[in-house]
């Protein structure tokens, strides 16, 4: 029994990779078209893209011509092939502003972006695509069902834009005096990325470094500066606890405060 059905199993794969073969060297782009849509809904996405890929130049102008090159995009994206996936999302909406499938194309080429995403220390090029995707589906379509969906990717791939600029700032902060004022570069670090993203998750981490950078400046300047500058740390040590007074950081932050203040006081 367990021969025969390996049998049967065997036979219909050998017909379905005998169809898909037949389907390829077609002319019959029509019967490609009806093949392209089966395997799609059978979830052979890479033989769905791979025919309808030669569909959507012959279909240019005729009425099965946006279908396809939305099944394509569709294809490539159930494929994890994002980048391919969005190229043709992206021909679909801008071909057919106010096609069938705009609204979906908009949004699963802003996802798709958003899945591809890579970690903080990368280069994150697509993840602001994905963030300008995402962003632009949320402006001509704010009633989606999917805005949720669409908002929450942004807010959090924002966290992770904040996030590399923070562990940029952290290591011009532990560079230190090498090779000239790293903590002041940390400082500029730090406050941009508080201005581009003011409500991400890390921004009390980016307002510590701020105040520890500020100390150690103040800490490893000439005597003349000290002054001055450990008022800096004063008013930074203010702001701080004024928008964070039960930070876990707090026992540090006093400490500075404690160090700084002997100087302003003298």
Known sequence: MRNYLIIILASLLLCSCGEYQRVQKSDD??????????????????????????C????????????????LAMSNYENKDYVSSGAYFRSYYTRYP?????EAARFFCGYGYYLDSPEPQLDQTGTVKAIEE?????DYFPR???????QNAIFE??????????????????????????YESAVIVARNAIKDYPYSKYKEDLEMLILKARYQEAVNSI??????RFRDVVDEYYSFINNYPDTPNRQEADNIYRIAQRYVSE
């Open 29 to 54: 782009y029509n019967y490609k078209f009806d093949y392209a849509k089966r395997a799609y809904e059978e979830g052979k996405y890479v033989q769905a893209a791979t025919i309808l890929k030669d």
């Open 56 to 71: 959507i130049t012959v279909f240019k102008g005729s009425d099965k011509a946006e279908e396809s090159l939305y099944l």
């Open 98 to 102: 106010r096609g069938k499938y705009t």
């Open 134 to 138: 995402l962003q632009a589906f949320l």
């Open 144 to 150: 989606s069902e999917k805005v949720s969906i669409a």
């Open 157 to 182: 791939m924002q966290d992770k834009l904040t996030l590399k600029q923070f562990q940029n700032a952290q290591l011009y902060y532990n560079l230190g005096n090498y090779m000239g004022n790293n």
């Open 223 to 228: 005597e003349e500066r000290k002054a001055e």
